[in-house]
């Protein structure tokens, strides 16, 4: 397998600039791999960025930044959302905070930005379900679009502290469902990945009060967790939390990359020990493969977490994963980023 990092270096939007740097964001691939969609985050820790600055499109074919201006309708600001794509052009935002506790102004919203048109004609528009079944307010959850369905596990729920429930959500019925809990401790930061080419949902590691590097699989057919998938696959992977992850059938992978593996006492406000490091899955079993360390050169990624990135694969089989920004330093010095890099996988 080789593993390929390119540093990408946007141009500024004309007027606007740059997208500020940021962590606790959401990044999505849209239009088949050529657009980028970064929303959210906090520039200064626990403040969610303004809306006037919070969301971005990058062309990728010509390489230049544009900032969103959908401010009509647009969501509440926010920090550590979870987002997810449907049918290459939707992208849904879901949950996250405006306040510094996991308690203080969580929201269980649900929002989608249609993508599909030409630049500059981006709408949100706010999905109210049809049901009274609604997934409790929460952040540092995650979320997958797996069909017509939205997957969401965990988080820091307003009421109920961590979580480790998994609700889905219909995209065309317009209706939440809860799928129960898994045989896990409630976390915070924790991986969802798909796997064997979507039919089963993967939770990996988190932070739930430690950082943890236990899992469990999710059978989506049979609507019922997996006790025994992911039981004993996972051993020898360096616990973390608040990660990328991102799966690629064409290539038979998931991976896992950097994340926080040492957590610091001042929380956002500070910065604690991170990881750059690829872990690599099985994509069938989710069964840990092995763990690349960084490169010695300056074509990696440095360490970070509460970064964002999104995954895409083409028809011509190639793979990439796209990586967005993020929290790094040290606690005398913690620094969020705005650097943008590409990841090629090929076996």
């Known amino acids: 397998m080789n593993l390929t990092w390119t540093k990408l270096e946007p141009i500024p939007d004309p007027i606007h600039g740059l997208p500020c740097a940021r962590s606790s964001h959401g990044l999505s691939v849209v239009n088949n791999g050529r657009c980028l969609i970064l929303y959210g985050g906090e520039h200064v820790a626990r403040t969610p960025i303004e809306s006037a600055s919070s969301c971005w499109a990058l062309d990728v074919d010509t390489n230049v930044w544009r900032l969103i201006n959908a401010t009509t309708n647009s969501p509440p600001i926010r920090i550590a959302h979870a987002q997810a794509v449907h049918n290459d052009q939707n992208v849904y ?58 997957f969401v596990f965990g988080g ?32 915070g930061g924790p991986n969802l990945l798909s796997l064997g080419s979507g039919n089963n949902l993967a939770v990996v590691a988190g932070f739930a009060g430690e950082e943890t590097c236990d899992g469990q699989a999710f059978d989506i057919s049979k609507s019922m967790w ?51 490091d690829i872990v690599i899955l ?42 967005f920004g993020g929290l790094s330093g040290d606690d005398e010095n913690p620094t969020r980023l705005n650097d943008l890099w590409r990841l090629e996988i090929a076996c």
């Open 93 to 150: 935002v879901f949950g996250g905070r405006a306040g510094i506790t996991m308690e203080e102004k969580a929201m269980n919203d649900l929002w989608k930005l249609d993508a599909s048109g030409e630049p500059g004609t981006e709408k949100w528009t706010q999905i109210f379900p049809q049901t009274d079944i609604i997934p409790e307010a929460r952040s540092f959850h995650r979320m997958l679009c797996i069909g017509d369905s939205l």
């Open 156 to 187: 820091c729920g307003q009421v109920s502290g961590r979580l480790n429930d998994l609700y889905r959500f219909d995209l065309n019925a317009m209706t939440w469902h809860l799928l129960g809990n898994a045989a896990l401790r409630g976390r």
């Open 226 to 276: 997996n006790k025994e998938m992911l039981s004993t696959g996972l051993q020898g992977m360096r616990p973390r939390s608040v990660s990328v992850a991102a799966s690629f059938p064409n290539t038979g992978i998931a991976l896992i990359f950097g994340g926080e593996v040492d957590p610091s006492d001042r929380g956002h406000e500070g910065a604690g020990g991170f990881e750059n």
């Open 282 to 323: 099985d994509e069938k079993t989710g069964a840990l493969k092995e763990t690349i360390l960084s490169a010695n050169s300056g074509n990696w990624p440095g360490p970070r977490g509460w970064s964002a990135g999104d995954a895409h694969e083409d028809s011509n089989g190639g793979s990439q994963l796209f990586l």
